[in-house]
T-cell receptor, first 114, second 113 residues
């Protein structure tokens, strides 16, 4: 059973618009949550990591929130650029150490058009 | 320069042939991983290695084996490849620090015909 669900599956926005990506999970325990960006044909690049209940992070035009009670995270991208076109993957770690497992969502495919 | 390097990037093999996928990292990370990524699914863990000769099965180890003889290298071997092993394979590495970042290679696209 999928333990990390992302929505929407795909999203098209115009350059300059904002967008919000959702991640719901059932992983227990949920030690941390990380958002990755995957360009087509490339590997995953970490955008941000959230660890604590009600954590909020900001990394340039990317910002993320985590609600551990609701097991829910959002990734906000403001003023989108064409280079933001990629798949965004939500990953939940069940431990803080390498002994834990990473649980991957299937990703949201974002397409930014001119 | 922190990097995970995978070779080859693209590979086509016939069913029944042996396949060797190589991965290297230059960060002296203890932990390394092999995942596969299929359309519509999240990455699935094949094997994890905690250090040299300290390897554990992941969630889908059947049909695969691994080798880690040096900390910086982690190989994935498919003995007698099957068509359902057509996929994109990702190697990753991380240190043992808490909540440390995981670094991914660019992937190897394997097609088994």
């Amino acid at each position: 059973k999928t333990q990390v669900e992302q929505s929407p599956q795909s999203l098209v926005v115009r350059q300059g618009e904002n967008c919000v990506l959702q991640c719901n999970y059932s992983v227990t325990p949920d030690n941390h949550l990380r958002w990755f960006k995957q360009d087509t044909g490339k590997g995953l690049v970490s955008l941000t990591v959230l660890v604590h209940e009600n954590d909020k992070t900001s990394n340039g035009r990317y910002s993320a929130t985590l609600d551990k009670d609701a097991k829910h995270s959002t990734l906000h991208i403001t003023a989108t650029l064409l280079d933001d076109t990629a798949t965004y993957i939500c990953v939940v770690g069940d431990r803080g150490s390498a002994l834990g497992r990473l649980h991957f969502g299937a990703g949201t495919q974002l397409i930014v058009i001119p | 320069d922190m990097k995970v390097t995978q070779m080859p990037r693209y590979l086509i093999k016939r069913m029944g042939e042996n396949v060797l996928l190589e991965c290297g990292q230059d960060m002296s990370h203890e932990t390394m991983y092999w995942y596969r990524q299929d359309p519509g699914l999240g990455l699935q863990l094949i094997y994890i290695s905690y250090d040299v000769d300290s390897n554990s099965e992941g969630d889908i180890p059947k049909g695969y084996r691994v080798s880690r003889k040096k900390r910086e290298h982690f190989s994935l071997i498919l003995d007698s490849a099957k068509t359902n092993q057509t996929s994109v394979y990702f190697c990753a590495s991380s240190s043992r620090k808490l909540n440390t970042e995981v670094f991914f290679g660019k992937g190897t696209r394997l097609t088994v015909v």
